[in-house]
């Protein structure tokens, strides 16, 4: 099993829509939890930390289930801009060590459309 | 402000080549990473550093190696280039894994070998 895994997507949403992106992590030690949006052939950028209550910054929304080992983010009145790649992003002793490491899931492309 | 910067930004390599990439960071961070994007991969993390002279292996460590002499620098090195280490490789840096903390990416190094 990956360690961290999203929804293959891609997703092509109208402007206007609410969009969901869920995403599972396997290591249940895992102590942080991020989602980065990445533009094409640009680096990953934070977008939104992830608090075990759920959070919200503006149109965006963060949930987290620690029981159940799930993260989402919906996204709220998307915009053309919206449109990039998500990607979940967890943090944990994976690999082994002492300390953590910050394992990304594969990503879903979302495309808004006028 | 730089951030964190990677060097060089694109290069190609021969089969059997060797080169080093370099990662530097001004923020004074403590972790720093390698990863590798490959399409329909997402980001896999090569090698982790969490503080100065300490190195670890992350997921896909094998044929490269990685040096942390001083705490700004992180170089990653290709002892003899395959055409299966062709990838766009990041650089990232972060204060500490734990609750809200930010990792900063470089630009990337798109790498050829032919």
């Known amino acids: 099993r990956k360690e961290v895994e999203q929804d293959p997507g891609p997703f092509n949403v109208p402007e206007g829509a609410t969009v969901a992106f869920n995403c599972t992590y396997s290591?249940?030690?895992?102590?942080?939890f991020f989602w980065y949006r990445q533009d094409c052939r640009k680096e990953p950028k934070l977008l939104m930390s992830?608090?075990?209550s759920g959070n919200e910054d503006g149109r965006f929304t963060a949930q987290l289930n620690r029981a159940s080992q799930y993260i989402s983010l919906l996204i709220r009145d998307s915009k053309l801009s919206d449109s990039a790649t998500y990607l979940c992003?967890?943090?944990?002793?994976?690999?082994?060590?002492?300390?953590?490491?910050?394992?990304f899931g594969k990503g879903t492309k979302l495309s808004v459309k006028p | 402000n730089a951030g964190v910067t990677q060097t060089p930004k694109f290069r190609v390599l021969k089969t059997g080549q060797s080169m080093t990439l370099l990662c530097a960071q001004d923020?004074?961070?403590?972790?720093m990473y390698w990863y590798r994007q490959d399409p329909g991969m997402g980001l896999r993390l090569i090698h982790y550093?969490?503080?100065?002279?300490?190195?670890a292996k992350g997921e896909v460590p094998d044929g490269y190696n990685v040096s942390r002499l001083k705490k700004q620098n992180f170089l990653l090195g290709l002892e003899s280039a395959a055409p299966s280490q062709t990838s766009v490789y990041f650089c990232?840096?972060?204060?500490?894994?734990?609750?809200?903390?930010?990792?900063?990416f470089g630009q990337g190094t798109r790498l050829t070998v032919v």
């Open positions: 990232a840096s972060s204060s500490r894994t734990g609750w809200a903390t930010e990792a900063f």
């Open positions: 290591n249940s030690a895992s102590q942080s």
């Open positions: 992830v608090y075990s």
């Open positions: 992003v967890v943090n944990g002793n994976f690999y082994g060590g002492s300390q953590g490491n910050l394992i």
């Open positions: 923020m004074n961070h403590e972790y």
């Open positions: 550093s969490v503080g100065e002279g300490t190195t």
